[in-house]
């Protein structure tokens, strides 16, 4: 309600002493795109206005960038294949949901695996993510469902047999997922598979999960992406928890690591019912501005990784410095929602300095939306958080998701989860 009368005022008021502290377009030629100007060239004035602009700035990266995706399915059901009210030691309630979606004459599934601290007051905040490996690696608990879409067999998670998931690829990625902290602070737990969802092999991609649903989305240039695709699974797992009385689904941040990472920033954009983003080293495509011309770019995206965005992101190879969107479109589609983006120190790729750009960048907006915005503070030392409505933090290290990195999270989603 107080957000609601929040924003009417906002909405009656025309731009109130506002000047944001980023000045858009007089970087030379390094000109940052302004969230603020119309495509027309008008300034945006009032927040009803924003409304409007925001829907231009979501088409533009639709269309130049992430792709179309098709809306919430109609022929879409739920079904909880395991309840274990004492999983974890007692600790938690763990439900297994699979989720089956038919279009065209065709049915794609995957799978949810939920956990509900028993401790805390219901219904639960909750932190959605994907994960890499398969739901069973987030954890050793025996009772997960170990995955049958394709595995890979890396250095790093040497546990699948000819690309099938093996009792070895139970928590083989548990370093990453603080699984007891996060529920020790009363938050659900809510994770899917990347692969159930869309492959990520690149000579696979768009022919398993959802995308064969929607053949049509793949004949244009804007086509329907994979990290659209997981975006958009996130969302329907959203859709999932909302009929889950054990979950407040007005309180669910959407988290994700990497490439997974790049789409939880995508699935916060585009599905307002999110009510936060955990971003963590997104780097590339997802928290880092593009603009600087450092790290890891769109010539390498759209050719290491074509599948990742729509084809159109192509005409941009080479081209990032001179962009007419970046990240910080993003993060403005997600205003006035608090967003956090973590970083490390090692992860050149994904240019710490540049997902601080982003966050600076983003400022404006969360400010013109009534909020704290981003500190106006210089790049932080390692391990000094800066949180406002937008976070941040580089920690030393390299890429990877830490205890350090989670902790904030929780912090961060306890300023605005908890209240
Ligand atoms: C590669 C890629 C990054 C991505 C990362 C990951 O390193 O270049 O953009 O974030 O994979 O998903 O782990």
């Known amino acids: 309600m107080r957000l609601i009368m929040r924003n009417l005022l906002f ?8 000047v944001p502290k980023i000045v858009y377009g007089q970087e030379g030629n390094r000109a940052l795109p302004d969230p603020f100007t119309f495509n027309s060239g008008k300034k945006v004035k009032s927040v009803k206005e924003w409304e409007e602009r925001r829907k231009e700035i979501l088409e533009t ?44 004459g065709r049915e794609a599934r995957f799978d949810l695996l939920v956990y509900v601290p028993n401790q805390a007051k219901h219904p639960v905040p909750a932190i959605i993510g994907l994960n890499f490996i398969g739901n069973q690696a987030i954890h050793a608990d025996p009772g997960i469902k170990l995955t049958t879409a394709w595995v890979e067999n890396s250095r790093m998670f040497p546990c699948a047999a000819n690309g099938k998931a093996t009792d070895a690829c139970r928590g083989v990625n548990a370093s990453q997922w603080a699984v007891d902290s996060i529920l020790a602070r009363g938050y659900a737990l809510v994770t899917l598979y990347r692969e159930e969802v869309a492959s990520d092999r690149k000579e696979y991609a768009f022919q398993t999960g959802v995308h064969p649903l929607y053949p049509a989305l793949q004949q244009r240039e804007d086509n329907f992406s994979t990290v659209a695709a997981w975006a958009w699974a996130l969302s329907r797992g959203l859709d999932y928890l909302e009929t889950d009385r054990d979950i407040d689904a ?26 936060a983003v955990l971003s963590n080293e997104s780097g590339a495509g997802g928290g880092k501005q593009f603009r600087r011309g450092i790290g890891e770019d769109i010539n390498r995206l759209c050719t290491v990784f074509p599948h990742w965005y729509a084809r159109s992101l192509n005409k941009y190879k080479g081209k990032d410095t001179e962009l007419p969107f970046d990240q910080h479109f993003v993060l403005s589609l997600i205003a ?25 960048a983003a400022d404006g907006i969360y400010r013109f939306l009534g909020t704290s915005g981003f500190p106006d503070v210089p790049f932080p030392a390692l391990n000094r958080p800066v949180s406002g409505q937008i976070g941040f933090h580089i920690r030393p290290g390299g890429h990877d998701v830490k205890m350090f990195d989670w902790i904030q999270f929780l912090n961060f989603s306890d300023l605005h989860l908890q209240k």
């Open 11 to 18: 909405a009656l008021t025309p731009l109130c002493a506002f």
């Open 61 to 104: 990266m639709t269309r130049e960038m992430y792709g179309t995706s098709p809306g919430r399915p109609k022929n879409m059901r739920f079904e909880v294949f395991d309840l274990d009210k004492k999983a974890l030691g007692g600790k938690a309630t763990r439900k297994q949901v699979t989720v089956y979606i038919a279009e065209n």
């Open 250 to 275: 007005k309180r669910v941040a959407v988290f994700g690591f990497s490439r997974l990472g790049k789409a939880a920033l995508w699935a916060g954009a585009t599905d307002r019912r999110f009510a």
């Open 336 to 360: 006035p929602r608090p967003v956090y983006l973590a970083t490390a120190e090692d992860d050149k790729n994904a240019d710490p300095q540049g997902e601080f750009a982003t966050a600076r």
